[in-house]
């Protein structure tokens, strides 16, 4: 499996500021990754894929870059609608794996 | 917009089956990514993929739980449904059903059903 490991587990900042999360894969995987903000009790929502790919109706202070085995997820100015849990995903190969999870909290 | 709804029950007994299914609605079953997946959230284990079952009824299982997982489709019914043999504690969480879109990035979620494994 392709492990997928995430830094920092956890974080704070405040509105306004500018935010960079890290996932780094135990192998390559080209650009087959993706990214998920999840809120208490609701299903993950994908904010990018295929590394830098903006979803559609994602606002665009989300980027994502990298490739081979670094990607960043980086929030240019934080709103309070953005404080939530964020996860990358591989599709690179099977099993589909997660990162553990980066939790952004309010400073 | 197609739209996705788990159900099932939400206490199984240890070592007994799981049994889930998922509704496709506002769409053909067909459109879009052609395979239909199950993920888990657990505390202990965060999100793990469980596996993806395509239109035409082949697999894909995460070989974590191969050999207790199957998958099934009745595409009349535009349903697909998960069973999981022989649970434990280790198997609560939430599930859900997913379909993967461009880049292979799950954007359309079921809202989770969870399951409590108790006696």
């Known amino acids: 499996d392709i492990q997928m490991t995430q830094s920092p587990s956890s974080l704070s900042a405040s509105v306004g500021d500018r935010v960079t999360i890290t996932c780094r894969a135990s192998?390559?995987?080209?650009?087959?990754l993706n990214w998920y903000q999840q809120k208490a009790g609701k299903a993950p929502k994908v904010l990018i894929y295929?590394?830098?790919t903006l979803q559609s109706g994602v606002p665009s202070r989300f980027s994502g870059s990298g490739s081979g085995t670094d990607f960043t997820l980086t929030i240019s100015s934080l709103q309070p609608e953005d404080f939530a849990t964020y996860y990358c995903?591989?599709?690179?190969?099977?099993?589909?794996?997660f990162g553990q999870g980066t939790r952004l909290e309010i400073k | 917009q197609v739209q996705l709804q788990e159900s099932g029950p939400g206490l199984v007994k240890p070592s007994q089956t799981l049994s889930l299914t998922c509704t496709v609605s506002?769409?053909?079953?067909?459109?879009?990514?052609?395979?239909w997946s199950w993920i888990r959230q657990s505390a202990g284990k965060g999100l793990e993929w469980i596996g993806r079952?395509?239109?035409?009824?082949?697999?894909d299982y995460n070989p974590s739980l191969k050999s207790r997982v199957s998958f099934s489709v009745d595409t009349s019914k535009k349903q697909f449904s998960l069973k999981l043999t022989s649970v434990t504690a280790a198997d609560a969480a939430v599930y859900y059903c997913?379909?993967?879109?461009?880049?292979?990035?799950?954007?359309?979620w079921g809202q989770g059903t969870k399951v409590t494994v108790s006696s």
């Open positions: 295929a590394a830098s």
């Open positions: 079952v395509y239109t035409s009824g082949s697999t």
């Open positions: 997913a379909n993967a879109g461009r880049g292979q990035a799950y954007d359309i």
């Open positions: 995903q591989q599709s690179y190969s099977i099993p589909v794996t």
């Open positions: 506002g769409g053909s079953f067909r459109s879009g990514s052609y395979f």
């Open positions: 192998q390559s995987i080209s650009t087959y």
